[in-house]
């Protein structure tokens, strides 16, 4: 079957403007960093939806999200869709268009009055892992055969590279001891680390959040709300390279360490709003401070950003809410899952949908003291229904490695399939396991069915 070649180009969102290329890997959007299209959304889950080319098609599937993902304004439950040129996938607060990879620079992604440019073919979102070309590097490249213009090249780029890296190195005003507002970007600066707090007081109780990242990329993130919430949450994780990256970009703004070490105001009675940063990027450390005062732009940016990427890399997101919100949010959740559990027999993938929602429903709650009566209930269905999926997995994974074993390859595919569809998740070494057959058993189909 000949393969399309599909781009998703995102029409409306945070990433509005930019262009994805479907690829065999899949891509992830949701966000969390670790996804391929990772978006700063909260209407997102950390996991929203897959987009994969199976027998050189595009697909789409809703990963359990919170919210749901919609093709078309149809929304996708638990059944995967095809994709074609035109169709628009609206998750959270982002629309993507299908586009074909030929589309032309200032065509139409659809018909309609509404529709958005697209990029000149070919062109694909730079993650930063692709040399960029300029014109010097083009006429250099033309000087291949002559080596007085390539000596010329190179120590003008030497030259010019030295009195940017001499302006980048000067203080302001004079100030040599790397500590408080500098004047430059930092940019080219490697984060060392970070620490982060903040203390927010009332006549009702205290709740303070502190957030520290070590050079190793070590994480951790203490919540202590009390007496009125009661709520204690300690939780660490060693982000990888994309998430490093991430934050690294966090902290990357020269305005930022532009700002005063100090903003403080008068105390008020019975209240008290404190946050501090300490930074260490470079050779540069900073830090600022502001209490019961407005907050500066750039260090309320940095403080939120800081936030949102602390809740989504360790699962903690619920502390924003309060815990009768939480207690609401858990319950419509189980409600979903009890849904999802009744028709388990209905779709292969209900059930992976019931876990997901019962898992959701009990971290939803796994902040809030005292917890609701019927959460041992909870618990226990939730510990059932993995024990059913895990059953199932194992008896599908018979059934499928029996055909395989016996080569008849068109039941082994069908086998296949359905254990994938059981087991949705592309991140689950199940899945993985699966579909690594399934394109095995696809391929020997391909020549006609031989061992």
Known sequence: METQTLELFVKSGPLEGQRFEVTEAGLRLGRSSSCEISVPDPALSRNQCLFELREGRVWVTDLASANGTAVNGEELGTSSRELFPGDRVQAGDSELVVVGAGAERGGSVVDGDDSAPVEQAGE????????????????????????????????????????????????RDGASDGVGPVARPLAPAKLWSVSYEKVEASTKGICR??????????????????????RHVKKSATLSEKARAELDRIFSSSALYKLDREYTGPARPGELNRYEF????????????????????????????????????LGIWAIQYSGEKLTEMSREARRSADAKWEERDVNYGNLAAALKLYDEAVMDLETVNPKPEDYGELITKRDMVRAELERRYRDQRFEADRAVNMGDWDRARNELRVLCELIPDNRDPRHAEAAAKLVDVENRLKKGGSK
């Not at 959040?209 to 009661?230: C, Q, R």
């Not at 900073?286 to 936030?307: G, H, K, T, W």
């Open 124 to 171: 694909t979102v730079d993650l930063g892992l692709s040399p960029q070309k300029d014109e010097g590097a083009a006429e250099a490249a033309t000087a291949k055969g002559s080596p007085m213009r390539l000596i010329l090249w190179l120590l003008l780029v030497l030259v010019l590279g030295g009195s940017a890296a001499a302006i980048l190195l000067i203080p």
């Open 209 to 230: 959040y502190a957030i520290t990242v070590d050079a190793a990329g070590n994480m951790e993130a203490a919540l202590d709300d009390v007496p009125e919430s009661d």
């Open 278 to 313: 300490r930074i260490a990027r470079g050779a540069t450390a900073f830090s600022c401070l502001v209490e019961n005062a407005p907050e500066p732009d750039a260090f309320r940016e940095a403080r939120m950003a800081l936030e949102t990427f602390s809740q989504n890399e």
